[in-house]
């Protein structure tokens, strides 16, 4: 393929559906068979098409869809982006992630400039070619030998016909260079004891109805499937029988991509396609990350503080951050889900008194302030180990200024428009916006650090660059105030100088960011930020002396 031959061939375009029924995992499945192939020297990408019809995922409440995902171009995008990235550890952009909304967008806009020619515009085929040209944008250039697209979605939902039709033309109109794999369910039917068939049979027929044939079937599954399940299936559905992949319920999405190399998707992939699949896969830090997860030499108790924590995955990142980090230092990382609005002055010490670090989570709106404030609080009187992120650096800011400097009634403008001490300000290029969507400081800003703080520790080097998406930022008039009291600027905009990370020196590990970490942790690339926290936990423990197990004996006796 590019640069092992030396001619550029064509790129490959892999779709894969889901059928029977959603969260079967499509976007694991895709990001493991990405994983496969980029082991083999290839490269690749992978796109999220959404249905619906927002823009972007950036307005939705995280309740509908978990954690807003945000590239280094800014683009607020769906949470497998995050996937993608973690396995890949190869940034993606705004052209991996398309909604509905914004093709309509496109479409709509180019019917006003009069790009149509007074023609009627119409799904079929002017919403199919925006799909299809969103498609083969990113494999125009010669960076990818494979872009991987993901159709969100199962397939008979109305609003996700265009897309499958898109899939048809494309399949139709380059056969040699398109794939489909179609990823359903095989239920087990514990009364009668057996694996059933007939859900995906259907979903492959709806599929046919569309006039897809899907080339390969990646069935979930929690039991194995049988030689004969396999040849039933294959029959039915008219794919090879090696075609037909088990992906059995995996203990963590990282053990996917050997679950999937052993039943040899990649290379019934690369058959299909007509590319040579001899290469040597090289998943060696891959493999030393999986087995450093599986044998932690010690766990740590981590309180995630956020108001979203009944849905798990509107935290994703920063869950995947700390698995990465702590595979990193040999540690498990045990998560404790701490609810923000749940947590008061009367009960902080019980909440927190059998973790070993706190980490306060981004976030919108007053709902649960305080309680993250209260936390804050308490992690800097007790000199527990603490990590803000964007609105958990603005809470910081927050109950400094009010614990530690006086000033009572601080606020950020967020939440109180009208406050005596404004520490939390919205930034000046914020003042006059009105709209909400796509409208915030986005995307990958440099910072640079100031040396001998926690910070530069953990990074080892004087400048960075990570990700933001926030309106607020620190009030720069009170930047000497704090740091005469102890709370300190030590990341900074090089330009604008706005405060991008803030500490207190006079504790164990206080670090807020203003920006999102966790955005840029990989399985091979373990964020420094959230490496620094779990060694300061781990250094904290060791100089106490006190197992971390002891530690939480004592703490649950007492409460
Ligand atoms: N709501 C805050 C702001 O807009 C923080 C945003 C966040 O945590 N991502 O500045």
């Not at 976007?27 to 992978?46: F, H, P, Y």
């Not at 990823?183 to 004891?193: D, E, F, K, Q, R």
């Not at 000033?407 to 003042?431: G, N, R």
């Not at 709209?435 to 986005?442: A, E, L, N």
Request: charged content about 25%; hydrophobic content about 35%; aromatic content about 8%.
């Amino acid at each position: 393929m590019h640069g092992s031959t030396g001619t550029a061939k064509a790129t490959k375009y892999i779709f894969v559906t889901g059928g029977v029924s959603s969260s079967l995992g499509k976007g694991i499945i895709s990001a493991s068979l990405a994983k496969l192939l980029q082991a083999r020297g290839m490269k690749v990408t992978i796109q999220k098409l959404d249905p619906y019809i927002n823009i972007d995922p950036g307005t939705l409440n995280p309740y509908e869809h978990g954690e807003c995902f945000v590239t280094d171009d800014g683009a607020e995008t769906d949470l497998d982006l995050g996937h993608y990235e973690r396995f890949l550890d190869v940034p993606t952009s705004q052209a991996n992630n398309i909604t509905t909304g914004r093709i309509y967008q496109s479409v709509i806009d180019k019917e006003r400039r009069g790009e149509y020619l007074g023609r009627t515009v119409q799904v079929i085929p002017h919403i199919t070619d925006e799909i299809k040209r969103c498609v083969q944008i990113l494999g125009s250039g010669d960076e990818y030998d494979f872009v991987i697209t993901e159709i969100g979605g199962t397939v008979g939902d109305i609003e996700s016909l265009p897309y499958v039709e898109a899939v048809r033309q494309m399949r139709w109109e380059h056969p040699e260079d398109t794939l489909v794999v179609h990823l359903t369910l095989v239920p087990y039917l514990s009364a009668a004891g057996e694996l059933k068939t007939k859900p995906t049979q259907h979903s492959v027929k709806q599929l046919l109805e569309f006039g897809v044939q899907p080339d390969v079937l990646v069935c979930r599954t929690e039991h194995e499937l049988t030689r004969s399940i396999r040849n039933k299936l294959a029959r039915f559905c008219n794919v090879d029988e090696e075609a037909v992949i088990q992906s059995i319920d995996a203990q963590s999405i990282y053990e996917v991509p050997i679950l999937m190399q052993e039943e040899r998707l990649d290379e019934v992939v690369l058959m299909k396609l007509g590319v040579d699949s001899r290469a040597v896969v090289n998943l060696d830090s891959w493999n030393q990350f999986l087995s450093r997860n599986k044998k932690p030499n010690r766990t740590v108790r981590v309180a995630l503080v956020g108001k979203y924590v009944e849905l798990k995955d509107s935290y994703k990142s920063i869950a995947e951050s700390f698995t990465h980090a702590g595979a990193a230092s040999n540690l498990a990382v045990d998560l404790k889900w701490v609810h923000s609005e749940q947590v008061h002055k009367d009960n902080v010490e019980e909440a927190f008194a059998d973790v070993d670090g706190i980490l306060v989570a981004p976030g919108f709106g007053s709902r649960g302030i305080d309680g993250k404030i209260e936390a804050i609080r308490y992690a800097r009187e007790n000199g527990i180990p603490f990590f803000g992120i964007c609105l958990g650096m603005q809470c910081a800011v927050i109950e400094f200024a009010r614990n530690v400097l006086g000033l009572e009634e601080a606020h950020s403008t967020e939440i109180k428009d009208y406050t005596p001490h404004p520490v939390i300000d919205m930034m000046e290029e914020q003042k006059n916006i009105a709209d909400m969507g796509g409208t915030m400081r986005r995307g990958a800003y440099p910072c640079a650090l100031a040396p001998g703080s926690h910070a530069s520790a953990a990074y080892g080097k004087a400048r960075i660059e990570e990700r933001h998406r926030h309106r607020y930022e620190f009030n720069d008039q009170y930047r000497e105030q704090f740091a005469e009291a102890g709370m300190v600027p030590t990341g900074t905009h090089p330009d604008s100088g706005l405060v991008e990370i803030v500490e207190i020196p006079d504790h164990p590990w206080f670090v807020g960011a203003q920006f999102h970490p966790e955005y840029k942790s990989t399985v091979v690339t373990p964020h420094p930020l959230f490496k620094g926290f779990l060694q300061a936990i781990v250094k904290l423990q060791d100089s106490r002396d006190v197992p971390s197990s002891a530690k939480r004996d004592t703490g649950s006796e007492s409460a």
